[in-house]
């Protein structure tokens, strides 16, 4: 009998070519349909999309609106069909087949909470869960969810909403946030995961645009309504087949289908307010004067009091952005409209939507600017009105058409064009709030002080400039992209599958920035003129082409093999000119005097991958899947030619097993774990020695003192032939649980080791590199964690609904080594308060302990007062090693209201609360140096990082852990008589409300604001993220 198993498939694969080209003519004749209907139970009501298998095959269908379904093409003999829906309890029937027969099988489906059976997209197509080692969190059904909560980009999506990712979302209108899944695992290159939208490499990157920190996101261009569903894989355990950049975790979107059926229509309009409830900080004015001065008014400071250096007479308070006249944050407001419409036949079927968005942020021109301006008759635009502005057209259309029994195609496309104004925030001596922060703790002239810029307009206590100035100053960014994507699946026997896929993501963006003549703050030039424009073309190209054969060896073991090839090339290029000198009503880089010629940076990294995966299913309930990738990548160096990534996976229903005691109070019980390698590549030249060009006066040989100015290249960089990509082997393991039908438990361990960290090494300057250092493959990251997912229905009667979710995970990272060279350890990379050691996480903090005794009791701390320690000892981490949320959903009023709400958590880590370091060292206004009841720890922060020997910072490295009421909304169902009025089915009402509330001890602003979209939150001088309060009206026909 063994014998037969392993000759079989040799057998088998021997006839493929043979029956290839005569089986399917004669199949028809010896193959059946298996069709019916799949409904709920209790209510019998249809349930449309759900998958409809054939055990053992690749033969599968999808219900339509009634819940109906048809499969062709099943071969005679014994054969189990399968059924499975989001939400549902599987299920299984045997039926006896025979050639020719017409079947007939009805399933009734039972709800739960547990989702094992459920369908996802792995790199070798859609898979069941339950075969699964490794964990993929699914975010289903997300048009319902953006329906219900405000949700106005794609990072909102997950925040919150699945552990070990961790999203710090945009502080302002349409700028980036980052997302990092199961937290850090390189020094050199970006922890971000990648993107794959309808089998396509996403460009998600941030965009670096001249504000002076924040930066906006090329995610911004996919329309939350447009989607379906989202699937994580978390790490190279799970990530092995997406090769080469995958290290990091993939995001996988799917866009919605249309279903077979008449045509349903979808309309939604949304408005709602923007609001920014940080708390700005008070400066403070003593007002005092010497004591052999009496007359002389004059600013007096905490330690001059105590010194009676400085006599205190009164004491003022001020901060412009408190004050609603002179202050640039306001209301901002947003408005969207969209439509969608789907159906088709069983043969064709089509999704269609078009969108349109505004968002105009709370930054607003203040109403003393706006009269300023007008009382000089300047004609005000629209930009200076509004400098802050998102605006967004969307169109997207998919079809997919069961070409013929055999051959499913799909065709997916999409056109988003972006607008956006952005205005000068964050490190930049014209940000708002720096022009806010340094005010001197009053409005009007005192000491060393006129209030009134250079050209002598009333500065209302900003630092030097005024904010109709600072709006004159235009930056914009307009983004034109395009996403497309064509698949094929042919299934020429039912134990044989091929997909094919190939597609595009194609953007292009123009940033620009104009100050016209006499506009913009009076600093240098500025008011001269210039223009800068920057062009900029992204394209990636997906392809892949996969084969999978099934073969039931026995009754109890199914066997799946995998084959395949996927090639991604992603380029890129860009040119940028600029000019000053503008004349009058000018506004283009062309106009200016004095002209900056472009730069053209082109970049190109491709991957060629191929892979192989066998899956073995032992009595359906152990899965047992090998595989392995092979990676070329045009990054990799001369001298290494491939990347091979391994994978292993086990996968045990073992409540299934006959032997596995059965309790009433546990419903269900799998084990997993999984095994696997992935990488991420250099960089698109980081392996080539690469040059630049320089213009160099050649002296003339004659007369030995002038010459011609001619070209010439010096070497940039020197690059490494050897440069491998950086790898991570990730192991983990977990369980999925039901308990008392009501409850899901998902847990997880993992523990991650990457080899081949890339770390920057420096260099001699006699290399003749303009670049003095190279990367190297060196160090090593270690990096492990938990991870924890609970959903129950608390309760569930036809007029009250109680669920519950609860996630929570814990992480940490730790740099193993830094590698050698020449046999020697290379240093720690840095030595003051942020460094990357070894036996340290990536980006940890170190400190100096500063200690403080207000000796005389004055409440006052003065120099002498306070010690500061000359070593530094570790802190602790830059990122949350800590993360949870708490989501509660209630279903009132016969279930026609739902209200969600959803708190979330953020823990052990620390923020440097720049904001507070810089002020004290700048302003002798802020409250540490000027007010009387100011903390003591405040003060002695602020002293040890101005007077102390030695001076620390560390204090303001604070702890940034936060509670925050993330989401809130209500949505109730238009009653029955007003749907009539509009002829519609069925409509809702969502009110909605994001970030509403934090809760916390750091003391900055707020423990999120951030301009940085790398692994340090850099907060300084940064919005804190805004509140949305938002009303939709959702419309099906």
Known sequence: MRGSILRRPLLRSGFAAVLLVGGAGVAGAQQATISGQVTAAGTAQPLPDSRVYVVGTTLI????????????????????????????????????????????????????????????TTATGPQRRVELGNSVASLPNVGEHVAEVPTHNVSDLLVGKVAGVNVLPGSMTGTAGTIRLRGLNSISLSNAPIWIVDGVRFNAGSVGVPTGGQRTTLLSSLAPDDIDNIEIVKGPSAATLYGTDAVNGVIIVTTKKGRAGGAQWNWFGETGAIKDKADYPLSYMIWGHSPTATTVQRRCELTQI???????????????????????????????????????????????????????????????????????????????????????????????????????????????????????????????????????????????????????????????????????????????????????????????????????????????????????????????????????????????????????ARDWANLKTTVGADYTNIEGENTNSSSQQLPPGAQTVGAGAVQFGGNGLPSATKTLGYYVQEQISLRDRMFVTLAARSDKNSAFGVNYKNAIYPKAQLAWVISDEPFFPHYSWLNSLRLRSAYGKAGQNPGATAALYTYSSRVVNVVSSSNGQSGTDTPGLRAAAVGNPNLRPESATEVEAGFESQLFNRVSVDFTYYTRRSQDALISRPIASSSGASTLSVLQNLGSIGNQGLELSVNATLASTRNFGWDLGVIGAHNTNKIRTLGTENGVPVPDIGTGTQRNAVGYPINAWFVRDRKWSDAN??????????????????????????????????????????????????????????????????????????????????????????????????????????????????????PNRYLRLVHAS????????????????????????????????????????????????????
């Not at 003999?77 to 099988?105: C, D, F, H, N």
């Not at 949870?884 to 009132?892: E, Y």
């Open 306 to 552: 105590s010194a009676k250096t400085c006599i205190q007479d009164s004491i003022t308070t001020f901060n412009p952005l408190n004050v609603a006249a002179y202050s640039p944050i306001q209301t901002g407001n947003r408005k969207q409209f969209g439509g969608q419409v789907s159906g088709g036949t069983e043969k064709v079927r089509y999704f269609s939507s078009g969108g349109w968005e505004v968002e105009e942020g709370p930054v607003r021109l203040p109403d003393s600017e706006l009269a300023r301006l007008q009382s000089a008759n300047t004609p005000i635009r629209e930009e200076w009105k509004k400098p802050e502005m998102l605006g967004r057209t969307n169109v997207r259309g998919n079809i997919n058409a069961a070409v013929n029994d055999k051959f499913d195609l799909s065709v997916q496309s999409s056109y988003i064009k972006t607008n956006q104004r952005l205005t000068q925030t964050d490190n930049n001596s014209w940000s708002i709030f720096y022009q806010a922060a340094m005010n001197p703790g009053f409005n009007g002239a005192g000491p060393s002080r006129t209030n009134k810029d250079a050209l002598g307009r009333d500065l209302n206590g900003n630092a030097s400039y005024v904010y109709g100035d600072i709006f004159q100053d235009v930056v914009v960014e307009d983004i034109q992209r395009m996403l497309g994507s064509v698949n094929g699946n042919y299934r020429p026997f039912s134990w044989l599958q091929a997909d094919g896929n190939i597609g595009v993501d194609l953007s292009d963006r123009r940033d620009g920035e104009v100050c016209r003549f006499n506009e913009c703050p009076p600093s240098g030039t500025t008011r001269l003129g210039y223009a800068t424009s920057q062009h900029s073309n992204d394209r990636n190209l997906s392809a892949k082409l996969a084969a999978t054969a099934t073969w039931s």
């Open 61 to 120: 269908a999808t219900t339509n609106a009634e819940g109906r379904y048809s499969i062709r093409g099943v071969p005679a003999g014994q054969a189990q069909v399968r059924v499975i829906r989001v939400g549902y309890t599987e299920q299984k029937k045997p039926v006896a087949v025979s050639a020719g027969q017409s079947l007939t099988v009805d399933f009734s489906l039972s709800p739960s909470v547990v989702q094992l059976s459920e369908i996802v």
């Open 986 to 1037: 069925n409509a809702n009402l969502s009110l909605g409300a994001r970030n509403l509330a934090v809760f916390t001890k750091y003391r900055g602003q707020d423990p999120e604001a951030n301009y940085s979209t790398g692994d340090v939150q850099t907060g300084f001088m940064a919005s804190a993220p805004r509140s949305y309060y938002t009303a939709r009206l959702n419309l099906y026909f």
């Open 857 to 974: 009791g004055d409440n006052i701390l003065t120099v002498d007062e306070i010690s500061v320690d000359t070593a530094y000892h570790f802190l602790g981490a830059s990122q949350p090693t800590y993360t949870a949320s708490l989501t509660n959903g209630f279903d009132f009023l016969n279930r026609k209201l739902r209200v969600r709400a959803m708190f979330d958590y953020k823990g052990g880590f620390y923020v440097f609360n720049d904001n507070a370091q810089f002020l004290c060292a700048n302003n002798a206004a802020v409250a540490a140096r000027s007010n009387p009841n100011a903390p003591l720890r405040d003060q002695a922060d602020c002293l040890a990082q101005r007077v102390t020997v030695p001076t620390t910072s560390s204090g303001y490295i604070e702890n940034g852990a936060f509670i925050r009421f993330r989401e809130l909304s209500a949505t109730i169902g238009v």
